[in-house]
């Protein structure tokens, strides 16, 4: 923890240097198994990073560790929903992922109206296509549209910057029906509709603890 402690603030402009800090960051943290699980472990006693691991229309994710004094925080990601993720989006924020098991195909995509505000599946012409692999890392600027389609048993760790805008934007043509966004944790109560993220239960920090565990990624 005392080496979390001491990573340098990535409140900063400049891409590159977020780069630099996070590999450094995520290549630690998917080597060091005992840190890892002690961060997973930690939540369940962590009222704040509890109400931050999410259930969310394309994955579930787990928050690790917050520092946002140093403008950062490090998430899990995993369980996702394939049929959810051809969606092309940005992001509020400049992000750095590492994939840890599984892969996916990565698209990120080149505006053709603007870089500002929102889109439509019409501005977007396919720009750079990846497969990531476990090992793979790369980082990208809240101003770049991407989109991901993972396999089966796909886990990563991301760190996310502090927010750059006041709203992130996806395709909305595109968007999945709203049958298929995560269902209320109490279904059918009042003020509970279906949302495209709200908080993990415990008992799902538990079931995501459980399938780490399974996929031999902690202890």
């Known amino acids: 923890m005392s080496w979390l402690a001491a990573i340098p603030s990535l409140d900063t402009l400049d891409l590159r240097e977020m780069q630099r800090i996070s590999r450094d960051l995520l290549d630690h943290l998917a080597q060091d198994r005992k840190l890892l699980t002690r961060l997973v472990d ?26 946002p ?37 990565h698209v990120v995509h080149h505006r053709t109206d603007a870089w500002e505000g929102p889109f439509s599946r019409d501005d977007l012409e396919p720009g750079i296509v990846t497969v990531e692999q476990p090992g793979s890392a790369y980082t990208l600027g809240p101003a770049m549209v991407h989109q991901a389609v993972m396999e089966p048993d ?8 502090p927010r750059r805008k006041s709203f992130s934007h996806a395709a909305p043509e595109l968007m999945p029906a709203h049958e298929s966004w995560p269902a209320p944790t109490t279904p059918g109560g009042p003020g509970e509709p279906a949302a495209e993220s709200r908080p993990a239960t415990p008992d799902e920090y538990r079931l995501m603890r459980s399938y780490l565990y399974l996929l031999d990624l902690i202890d």
């Open 42 to 67: 930690e939540i369940q006693d962590d009222a704040d990073r509890l109400a931050n691991s999410r259930i969310t229309l394309h994955r579930n994710r787990l928050c690790l560790y917050q520092a």
């Open 154 to 161: 796909t886990v990563t760790l991301l760190v996310r910057g």
């Open 69 to 105: 004094d140093r403008g950062f925080e490090i998430r899990m990601n995993m369980n996702p929903r394939p049929e959810n993720q051809r969606v092309p989006h940005n992001h509020c924020y400049a992000f750095a992922t590492r994939v840890l098991t599984g892969g996916y195909v």
